[in-house]
């Protein structure tokens, strides 16, 4: 059997992270513990002023990122198509997306363009993370960044729904999950966010009864997508428009269908350090699942430790090999 070959596609999103304290953040007026997005003068601003009071570091991120990081770490091939510009950032978010293991398909692009897109993190002692996103180049992708020859011999395709919201997003997505079929491999998408979905419910609901063979989502998605609070009326709309749907409940047992077939994943509840990063691992466990040919249970429960893994320390990618978790579990 040949590696599994996943091709994601979101935004590419620089995390500039740095300690700083309470006195920092009343000065440059950042609010805490929240996340919120800026525009480009303040991204600048908050940029120099990190860098002003200490070398920050750079994390490549975007959620897509993440997932890709995770599936790669488990050993199957990745690339991602994301826009960077060619600033020190973007140079910087190609280069060690690269050097981890994923193809960075498309260059940075020079010119006159937005820069590139990032998450500004202030950290304080208490742990409290500050982040200001600046959504920058990378919400500009469109189909002209969709190379179809990337996709000979793709298995998978992972989108992210918070690259739905442009109609250029949109056009991307559509193309790229028909280059995936016509080389015989499947599309899929997380739905990322309820107020996402309902700023676009009618061309979710087009995408997940179309071209999408798998969709994840939590509890708040799914009602969202079908405008119901009853989940599991939802559920069966959802199971009705698309081949593999699935749920995750915060904490709770995931619940995975496919072609009538429905199991639970157990959850084993832990406290989390750092709630960043369980979606993107989440759909990372249940992708290399999927794609290695492991029972729709095997792969959710893989799905449910990458999960717990990363919640386990700061940071939104695995720090352990989740191989050797699976092996303790039977599941590979």
């Avoid at 198509?81 to 994923?102: F, K, N």
């Avoid at 180049?137 to 190379?147: F, T």
């Avoid at 056009?171 to 676009?200: E, T």
């Amino acid at each position: 059997m040949t590696t599994p070959y996943v091709i994601g596609i979101g935004n590419a999103i620089m995390d500039v992270l740095a300690q700083t304290d309470d006195a920092a953040l009343n000065r440059l007026e950042v609010q805490k513990g929240i996340m919120q997005l800026i525009d480009r003068d303040r991204a600048e601003f908050l940029t120099a002023a990190q860098s002003a009071e200490r070398k920050p570091m750079l994390l490549p991120g975007g959620s897509v990122a993440n997932t890709l990081a995770g599936i790669g770490m488990l050993g199957l091939k990745t690339a991602f198509i994301g826009r960077v510009a060619a600033d020190p950032l973007g140079l910087s978010y190609a280069e060690q997306t690269e050097a981890a293991g994923t193809v960075f398909v498309n260059p940075p692009v020079a010119g006159e363009v937005d820069p590139t897109s990032r998450s500004i993190i202030f950290i304080t002692p208490d742990g409290e993370r500050s982040m200001n996103t600046y959504l920058g180049i990378s919400a500009e992708l469109g189909e002209e960044d969709v190379n179809p020859a990337v996709f000979s011999g793709a298995d998978w395709l992972f989108l992210e729904g918070y690259l739905f919201d442009k109609p250029k997003g949109k056009a991307a997505f559509l193309k790229a999950a028909k280059a995936c079929h016509d080389a015989g491999g499947q599309a899929g998408i997380a739905l990322s966010d309820p107020f996402c979905v309902d700023r676009h419910r009618e061309d979710f609901r087009r995408l997940v009864a179309g071209p999408m063979d798998y969709v994840i989502g939590n509890v708040h998605e799914w009602t969202s997508l079908y405008q119901t609070e009853d989940l599991e009326a939802a559920l069966a709309q959802a199971q009705a428009d698309c081949g593999t749907v699935i749920c995750t409940r915060s904490g709770e047992d995931a619940i995975l269908i496919r072609n009538g077939e429905r199991v639970l994943a157990p959850v084993h509840k832990i406290v989390p350090v750092d709630a960043t990063g369980a979606g993107d691992q989440f759909a990372a466990g249940l992708i290399y699942g999927l794609a290695i040919g492991a029972p729709l249970a095997a792969a959710g429960r893989m799905a449910c430790i990458a999960a717990a893994e990363v919640i386990s320390h700061v940071g939104p990618r695995p720090e352990r090999d989740l191989r050797a978790d699976f092996r303790a579990e039977a599941l590979v």
